[in-house]
């Protein structure tokens, strides 16, 4: 068994920066204690992953997969995994999905609106682009910046234009028509949201969150430029065109009375751990089978045996939590990898504290 198995305790995630085409980031330097935090390049942590990012025009081996530091020494967190796959995952999860997370989780800080854009459903990419995720993807808002009043995302068309009246947009790169398709669908701290695959969408500025997403980079963008850079044509329509992106795009309306019913998810299912303890689910197979959501909220001491692989973050408070060979404090935003094969743990809150638990999907 892997000495991890023997420390009985969560692993510690560190920040993995990613390249992006869109400014942000200055929140997620203030998490790392960087002394002058601003907006850059890298607006986006991916936690975990195992996950290639794709950047044309700017391509870096490695870009996207997440290390992890075991005895000293730093290593790709793929080979630990598949130093010990049993133990970080469950024989049922193995069965199902193999020695992968099979989810994406991110930390994500827009500087701007990002671009209107659309990812391809599971099917659509096993059949067209040979891999085996779409990009269903979820939001979880964590905090707005002070100088945005109206916080909003675009979220699927309310005026849809006709294939042939989007074709023409993309053309001409029509922003003014563009943004006319939507009406801003405001968000706020707390709300939890499903961007199914297909649906043309875009994060507004000055929104912090956790995405929690299928484990792909797939993606197609109808406008080319956002903050003073220019989208490669090979990142347009993943080396495609506007035709390729219209065999899998909703162009449905979406009024914001449906969204409020199917994208924004109600915590529900609460389950009392102890008092002042609880756990519920904020995204389950009822609204997706792509990834689970669950929220847990700490006030007194409580023991949780969970043996299921998940990747937590702690979005509020301060806790000791202790496993058979040790204890770690968590403080905001540490970000945990829980393995299958782990005991339980002992967590002790310190102030009020709550964790997001970002899941694969139940293996059938």
């Known amino acids: 068994m892997h000495p991890l198995a023997h420390r009985g305790l969560p692993l510690r995630l560190p920040p993995n920066r990613v390249w992006r085409t869109y400014?942000?980031?200055?929140?997620?330097?203030?998490?790392?204690?960087?002394?002058?935090?601003?907006?850059?390049?890298?607006?986006?942590?991916?936690?975990?992953?195992?996950?290639?990012?794709?950047?044309?025009?700017?391509?870096v081996p490695g870009e996207g997969l997440a290390h992890v530091t075991i005895g000293g020494e730093s290593m790709p967190l793929h080979e630990l995994f598949a130093s010990d796959p049993l133990y970080f995952f469950g024989s049922a999860h193995l069965a199902a999905f193999g020695a992968q997370p099979k989810i994406l989780v991110k930390l994500l800080d827009s500087a701007i609106r990002l671009h209107v854009q659309a990812h391809p459903p599971r099917a659509f990419a096993r059949a067209r682009l040979g891999v085996d995720a779409g990009k269903t993807e979820a939001y979880h808002v964590l905090a707005v910046r002070d100088d945005v009043r109206e916080p909003y995302v675009f979220l699927g068309f309310q005026h849809p234009p006709s294939p042939d009246r989007l074709?023409?947009?993309?053309?001409?790169?029509?922003?003014?028509?563009?943004?006319?398709?939507?009406?801003?669908?405001?968000?706020?701290?707390?709300d939890t949201l499903l961007v199914p695959a297909g649906v043309p969408h875009a994060l507004g500025e000055g929104v912090f969150l956790i995405e929690l997403q299928e484990p792909s980079d797939l993606v197609v963008r109808l406008e080319y430029q956002r903050g003073g850079y220019t989208l490669p044509e090979a990142a347009r329509f993943m080396g495609r065109d506007i035709d390729f992106a219209l065999e899998f795009m909703d162009l449905r309306p979406h009024p914001h009375a449906e969204l409020d019913r199917t994208a924004r998810c109600l915590p529900r299912d609460p389950m009392h751990l102890a008092p002042g303890c609880r756990r519920e689910i904020l995204i389950g197979p009822e609204q997706t089978p792509c990834f689970r959501m669950l929220r847990t909220s700490l006030e007194s001491?409580?023991?949780?045996?969970?043996?299921?692989?998940?990747?937590?973050?702690?979005?509020?408070?301060r806790c000791r939590v202790s496993g058979e060979h040790g204890t770690l404090l968590l403080e905001p935003f540490d970000r945990l990898l829980v393995p299958a094969g782990l005991g339980p743990l002992a967590f002790d809150p310190l102030t009020a504290t709550e964790i997001i638990e970002c899941h694969p999907p139940l293996p059938h």
């Open 23 to 59: 400014p942000g980031g200055a929140t997620l330097d203030r998490l790392e204690g960087i002394a002058a935090p601003r907006d850059g390049a890298f607006p986006e942590d991916w936690i975990g992953s195992v996950t290639a990012a794709v950047a044309p025009g700017r391509e």
């Open 167 to 190: 074709r023409e947009i993309v053309r001409t790169q029509d922003i003014a028509a563009l943004e006319a398709c939507f009406d801003r669908y405001p968000v706020k701290p707390g």
């Open 301 to 317: 001491p409580v023991e949780l045996h969970d043996r299921a692989f998940h990747i937590a973050i702690v979005t509020r408070g």
